[in-house]
T-cell receptor, first 112, second 113 residues
């Protein structure tokens, strides 16, 4: 069964304290891995798509990387406004058009 | 700015009521989705549609139905609302051209009393 597991469930950081969020996956054939940010009471907002092992994408303090079994979201020198839930999702070859399988998310809190 | 718009941010309904959640997208996307999101359970797919009048069951379709009469509009219907359907409902859309890049609406917080 296709599965996406995110860890940790929750992460508390001090402002400026860099860390990483993990997303491990087991899918029959990966077509793409997606990172989303979700603020409380709002819908997920797209951050990155990664398609192949070794690929990296960056946006401001965030950097996403991909291996054959997992992805990392690295947060460098985070600020309080980076506090949110970060969701990982995969699109597999076995699914119907555009079907994403989501992890349960990592809730990040950054304290000033 | 491209958008997925859900008709209500907050809804309170009574047990047994028929509830309609409406979603409209302006991106000419072929695919549309309904998810529900609950603490500790993450996002779970209820139904999706990859074309007008087409629909497929997701992971948790029981107690729900959908309608897609026009490409831009996808409705979720709770035939007889129950308290265990209290949740955040998220609509989303994507195009087969962009390999799963999915845009979400802001969500509808439904409370069934």
């Amino acid at each position: 069964e296709d599965q996406v597991t995110q860890s940790p469930e929750a992460l508390r950081l001090q402002e400026g304290e860099s860390s990483s969020l993990n997303c491990s996956y087991t899918v029959s054939g990966l077509r793409g891995l997606f990172w989303y940010r979700q603020d409380p009471g709002k819908g997920p907002e797209f951050l990155f798509t990664l398609y192949s092992a070794g690929e990296e994408k960056e946006k401001e303090r965030l950097k996403a990387t991909l291996t054959k079994k997992e992805s990392f979201l690295h947060i460098t020198a985070p600020k309080p406004e980076d506090s949110a839930t970060y969701l990982c999702a995969v699109l597999n070859y076995g699914g119907s058009q555009g079907n994403l399988i989501f992890g349960k998310g990592t809730k990040l809190s950054v304290k000033p | 700015d491209v958008k997925v718009t859900q008709s209500s941010r907050y809804l309170v309904k009574r047990t047994g009521e028929k509830v309609f959640l409406e979603c409209v997208q302006d991106m000419d996307h072929e695919n549309m989705f309904w998810y529900r999101q609950d603490p500790g359970l993450g996002l779970r797919l209820i139904y999706f549609s990859y074309d007008v009048k087409m629909k497929e069951k997701g992971d948790i379709p029981e107690g729900y139905s959908v309608s897609r009469e026009k490409k831009e509009r996808f409705s979720l219907i709770l035939e007889s609302a129950s308290t265990n359907q209290t949740s955040m409902y998220l609509c989303a859309s994507s195009s087969y051209r962009t390999y799963g890049y999915t845009t979400f609406g802001s969500g509808t917080r439904l409370t069934v009393v």
